[in-house]
């Protein structure tokens, strides 16, 4: 099956039909396993090849591949060819046995579980320019220092040894003082569950709301960890696009279980969810009996004015969750974020976190607790916020000078997005990007049907030689 | 439905049906709820009154509940009736319209994930006697503060912002050594996967490597993380009984996916599993293409003579999994673990660790990297265990001077079991006990099936006046 010819006898692909191409090409290939036409353990052509062989981008193959792994019915794996599962006939053993020697393999649901996305569109971690990793050397590493040696000599008591595995109580304490004085949101302590960052926190969320097959909405171009802790939890995923004043409302799924939604910063495209969408979400979440998570990630760095309150300060009757971290404003190395749980859900939360493990370390709490109750980390934030404003200013104004670049300039949040049609490759790009070693992520991969070009970049490693490098790079093409 | 009268025409329970009583009730109950005769929403008696109603003992009710429980036909409460979930007519939404202001609910996923098998046999923690604990008056909490200082000044660099959510590299190395010296397990550092503790490890790997519905043995009594996190998996839970050798591998199902063991310390009966039966549950497992996860949670604390190595040493292709974490020899609170991957699944287990969110802090596990390396943990682990092991004989000295108790000198591990016959009341003993302010838990509660009663009398808060207060206690009893 390794010549892509045979695809063309396969999907029939044509604008006649209702879906989106990467529905016809997941449709036909879907219905060609059933038939036996294409059989387990079968490889299918490479996105390259199946785009070159169907006459269709790249990006809509990809795609159609993702729809195809979100089901099971292939792998995904980097470097490889996407490799046939086939759905089991009735009766037979789901694995089949491959003798002692073999070893072990994923199940089913690990390998959904185990999707990788992130490697599918940007390099490892460390790269200049790599969206979403802070600049470590606005940590204020002397003074968390100093604080967690006194807080780590303290007796903690049992309950903070085993106990308290939804967190420390100073922590959920200073938490809540400041999501009342900066975000407007007014809960008890109680309600708030410490976890290891945002991650943890959709996992948890979505493991505990929903079953599988339910369907989660989710913005289009959006974070990938909501992505991926959706399909990890077996989840159909909805698309929300989204456009100047944030998601589309209009596009919430009467029959959805859960939606994410970045309203503070739209990550990445930076924009701001207008008041009138955030109220029709959250009567739509009412309506549909859905639960609306708002991913509060960088709130705290906001360009365009005051911070504004967050949607769970709306009146939501539980429909909201917030989630939010200490990644951005200080460190993800810290693995702390936390959660507002509904009052009526905290116990069944919190025994669900437990039984999954979900912790994070008790020091690192306390030391939190303590720079949060002190005001050292508002100040912490002012200080990195300026910092990034900066950055972004000095970013939008080399962008500037490329006359046929289209820039967003972002309400907030710690990326760049630079949109571009379907008359440029957002592959080449990159790559010559590389050359430079400068290393954004591609918009397309953000997007759940890759309907978006362009370049996401990171400002946390954007310093003035990187920006002026880049501007150079670009220069050429635009 | 709140007399449990009704119960004697649902449930014809005999000696002459194969299955055991808990089964038989189970089968007879999940019939009437699928014929209708229980409906959505009703409640089941309590457990103590379906036992009088039934003629049989309230564990053998609690052992059947618990099974309706994992299959999300009923919800268990702490301090309220079950409630049946009758499943779905095909095409009829699970989730009836609950109106707007009811605010959102668990899903049946989440039910069965927020399973608190805790709260049921065990005071809150820091009871006294509470096994599980250890004695934080024993962690080096000076060393601690002054390593966590220094390595919290250091620059992490990106791959430890973001990229290693698996785990440092340093603390990866520093277990490799410690497993090849002291566990006997030469492994690659890149085969090592930190996470936040035990549970997490188990949840990570009962997510990766099952699909609902697929079967899961684990000793009984056993540990109750296994239970809850296999049960959070959507596993069906298969029992292997333990003796004086350990857990017997002749109940291994041939069918099996997983399998849980303490091989070192079986939990909490303190036994070792023979030579022998790791053998030939090495053999199972390759036969069966199941994987066997070794909890060696504390093969530190040996009293019977030297370590021995763990299971992870023996040839076995890939079907051994070590699970190991800092919580006993350390402190829980630092919330670190460690998982021994077969080198052909690192990549995914590592995906899927990402995408759940199980991180741990990185400062805690470059400081823990530094003592290991330096010699300094292995120096606590000796004191720790000098301590812990003069509790426990002080404890079995104790525990001798009654004529009528059965008592188990464990090979190693961190509690005592007190073990008695069905003529004594195991519940009434943990009240008589409680009015002495002593807390041990009830051994049948660590059973699939209630079989076995007695006490499992944690030694971490063991002093010298809890352990003449509980041979006071006892006295009369026993």
Redesign the interface.
């Known amino acids: 099956m390794s010549s892509p010819v045979w695809l063309t006898s396969v999907c029939h692909l044509s604008d006649t039909r209702a879906e989106p191409l990467p529905s016809q090409i997941y449709k036909d290939l879907t219905q060609a396993i059933r038939d036996g036409r294409i059989a387990d353990g079968d490889r299918l052509p490479s996105s390259r090849s199946a785009a070159l062989a169907l006459g269709v981008s790249r990006t809509t193959v990809t795609a159609a591949y993702e729809l195809l792994a979100t089901e099971g019915i292939v792998t995904v794996r980097q470097g490889a060819a996407p490799r046939v599962i086939a759905p089991d006939p009735p009766g037979v053993?789901?694995?089949p046995?491959?003798g002692?020697?073999?070893?072990?393999?994923?199940?089913?649901?690990?390998?959904t579980?185990?999707?990788?996305l992130r490697r599918q569109i940007m390099p490892?971690?460390?790269g200049a320019l790599v969206p979403?990793?802070?600049d470590?050397?606005l940590f204020p590493?002397?003074d968390?220092?100093?604080v967690?040696?006194?807080v780590?000599?303290?007796?903690?008591?049992?309950?903070?040894?085993?106990?308290a595995t939804y967190g420390v109580k100073a922590l959920r304490q200073a938490l809540r003082d400041r999501l009342a004085a900066d975000r407007g949101v007014h809960v008890e302590a109680d309600q708030i569950v410490i976890?290891?960052?945002?991650?943890?926190?959709?996992?948890?969320l979505s493991?505990?709301?929903?079953?599988?097959g339910?369907i989660a909405a989710l913005e289009t171009p959006g974070w990938l960890?909501a992505r991926?802790?959706f399909?990890?939890a077996g989840l159909r995923l909805a698309p929300l696009p989204v456009d100047a004043s944030g998601a589309d409302p209009a596009h919430f799924p009467p029959?959805a279980?859960l939606a994410y939604l970045t309203p503070s910063n739209q990550y990445p495209l930076g924009t701001r969810l207008s008041l009138s969408r955030r109220l029709d979400f959250i009567a739509r979440a009412?309506?549909a009996?859905?639960?609306l998570i708002e991913d509060d990630y960088d709130s705290d760095f906001h360009w365009s004015g005051r911070t504004i309150p967050a949607l769970a300060a709306q009146e939501h009757?539980?429909?909201v969750i917030l989630v939010g971290s200490a990644s951005k404003a200080l460190?993800?190395?810290?693995?702390?974020?936390w959660i507002v749980v509904?009052s009526?859900?905290v116990?069944?939360?919190r025994?669900?976190q437990?039984?999954?493990?979900?912790?994070?370390?008790?020091?690192?709490q306390l030391a939190l607790a303590e720079l949060m109750s002190s005001g050292r980390y508002r100040a912490q934030i002012r200080r990195i916020a300026r910092s990034y404003h900066h950055r972004v200013r000095s970013l939008l104004d080399a962008l500037a000078t490329l006359p046929e670049a289209r820039v967003h300039a972002p309400d907030g949040g710690v990326q760049v997005t630079l949109q571009f049609g379907p008359d440029r490759d957002e592959a080449e790009l990159v790559s010559h990007l590389a050359r430079y070693d400068l290393h954004p992520a591609r918009l397309s991969g953000y997007c759940l049907n890759g309907e978006r070009q362009g370049l996401v970049i990171g400002i946390g490693s954007a310093t003035p030689d990187r920006i002026e490098r880049l501007r150079k790079a670009l220069a050429d093409r635009f």
């Open positions: 053993d789901p694995r046995d491959q002692p020697d073999q070893g072990p393999t994923l199940s089913k649901r690990g390998i579980l185990s999707t990788d490892a971690s460390g979403g990793e802070p470590e050397t590493s002397e968390w220092a100093r967690l040696r006194r780590s000599r303290r007796r903690l008591g049992t309950s903070a040894l085993y106990d976890v290891p960052g945002s991650q943890a926190a959709l996992a948890l493991h505990s709301l929903t079953d599988p339910d960890g991926t802790a399909l990890g029959d279980r009412k309506a009996g859905a639960i009757g539980g429909h460190l993800p190395a810290l693995r702390i974020g509904p009526g859900l116990g069944c939360i025994a669900a437990r039984n999954l493990g979900i912790m994070a370390n008790v020091h690192a």
